[in-house]
């Protein structure tokens, strides 16, 4: 098992829609295409600070699954539909995260 880190931060402003886009259209896609979220946050002071967890059994189901979701023509449409008036996602981080041996998951 595999885990994936990622951590967004919206432009200035861009907060809600941010929050707005991943609630109404971007979970819904992601178990479409099996990207199984384990937790999703945002930093408590900072709204536009979202960080989330998904999990895969290996790499390979990780980079299929992202590319089946990147191909798919409905998030192409929200993703341009949300971005209309530009860009709301100002950095974007991903870390690949596998269990230490003594954690349950390890094996």
């Known amino acids: 098992m595999i885990y994936e880190l990622?951590?967004?931060?919206?432009?200035p402003g861009s907060?809600?829609?941010l929050n707005a886009r991943f609630a109404d259209h971007t979970l819904g896609?992601?178990?479409?295409?099996?990207?199984?979220?384990?937790g999703f946050w945002h930093a408590a002071d900072d709204p536009g600070h979202l960080v989330y967890l998904l999990r895969f059994p290996d790499e390979r189901t990780r980079e299929s699954a992202w590319?089946?979701?990147q191909a798919d023509p409905d998030w192409?449409?929200?993703k341009a539909e949300s971005e209309a008036d530009g860009p709301i996602v100002a950095?974007?981080?991903s870390r690949i995260l596998t269990p230490a041996p003594y954690w349950p998951d390890a094996h």
């Open 6 to 11: 990622r951590e967004y931060k919206a432009t």
């Open 76 to 78: 192409k449409r929200v």
């Open 15 to 17: 907060a809600d829609a």
């Open 29 to 38: 896609l992601f178990a479409r295409h099996g990207l199984e979220v384990t």
């Open 91 to 93: 950095e974007m981080t």
């Open 67 to 69: 590319a089946a979701f």
